[in-house]
């Protein structure tokens, strides 16, 4: 593994994955659930079926790892933050059919412990907003080509350039409590690098649509679909409660689906989720 503590953005991504806040991010009535239910849904249209193996690279504590191992997938999962492969490891230990299905260990996006082509695909759902540096970020989709198969699918997520000034600044009014955050949104629009604002923060890495693309292409990913996974349904300030109830759930699921690749409103959503090809 490559020497992640010599990154300046490693610290602080330890320090706030640390607090294990990480867990509780994508569960049901939170906001988190419509990204994690489009993300299922974008990553199944390409996805093999099972039995095959899926590489979850930057996979936190393992919420796609496990639903990917109850849908009968094998599961390679690897993540930087300690914490996360431990935290997989006990749900993997309570249940004897996901600790068959699942392999966890700490790993680096960028330098990979997997073989080439020994992947049916891989899901790079983190790392590419953690990374500041191109560079690194081609890297890491390299990896991805690497040890996927031929043909196989790289999923690649993205926080959307604007969604500071949308989530941050306009929905959560989060300058009530770091005013600085009014004059850092033009620059981060400019360079993409959105600061820690707060204690537990991290320096995050925030996406164009057509530079997602750029980069998929620069690692030799051959794009094959490029979408907003919430697109602007993520404002409504009463998302948990629609979300919660089904009928509601079905309309904003159809919209989001329905708009997802207008290039004018790709920016909108708070992630982007693109899909590229191994050669
Ligand atoms: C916001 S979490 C997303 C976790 C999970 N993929 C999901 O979508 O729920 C981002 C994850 O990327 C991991 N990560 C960041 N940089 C990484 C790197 N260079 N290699 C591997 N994992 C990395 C972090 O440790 C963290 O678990």
Redesign the pocket.
């Known amino acids: 593994m490559r020497g ?1 503590a010599e990154d300046s953005y490693a610290a602080e ?1 330890h320090e706030h ?1 640390g607090l294990g806040a ?1 867990a509780d ?2 569960v049901a009535a939170s906001a988190g659930q419509l990204e ?1 239910e489009r ?1 299922q849904e974008i990553v199944l249209r390409r996805l093999p079926p099972p039995p095959a193996v899926i590489a ?6 393992g ?2 790892a496990l639903w990917l191992a109850g849908l009968g997938y094998r599961v390679v999962h ?4 300690p914490l ?1 492969v431990e935290q997989l490891r006990a749900a993997a230990h309570s249940d004897p059919a996901v600790g068959a299905a699942v392999d966890s260990a700490i ?4 330098s990979l412990d997997l073989a080439d082509a020994s992947v049916d695909a891989v ?1 790079l ?3 590419l ?3 500041t540096r191109r560079a ?1 970020r081609v890297q ?1 989709l390299r990896e991805a080509g690497r040890v996927v198969r031929p043909g196989g699918p790289v999923f690649g ?1 993205a926080i959307s350039r604007w969604a500071v000034r949308y989530d941050g600044v306009l929905r959560l009014r989060l300058y009530e409590d770091v005013p600085a955050i009014l004059e850092a949104v033009a620059p981060l629009e400019r360079t993409g690098v959105l600061p820690p604002f707060w204690p537990g923060a991290f320096t995050a890495y925030t996406h164009r649509p057509r530079q997602l693309r750029a980069e998929f292409t620069s690692a030799g990913l051959e794009v094959t679909d490029l979408v907003s996974v919430e697109c602007g349904a993520f404002l409504l300030p009463d998302l948990r409660e629609r979300m919660a109830d089904p009928a509601a759930r079905q309309v904003i699921m159809d919209s989001a689906r329905a708009v997802e690749r207008v290039p004018e409103l790709m920016g909108l959503g708070s992630h982007l989720l693109a899909t590229g090809l191994r050669p």
């Not at 979850?56 to 504590?61: I, L, Q």
């Not at 790993?107 to 960028?110: E, I, L, N, S, V």
């Open positions: 992640m991504m994955y990480e991010r994508l994690f993300t979850d690279v930057g996979g936190g504590p919420r796609y690897r993540d930087v933050v996360h790993g680096d996006a960028r899901l759902l983190g790392p907003y953690h990374l690194d890491a997520a």
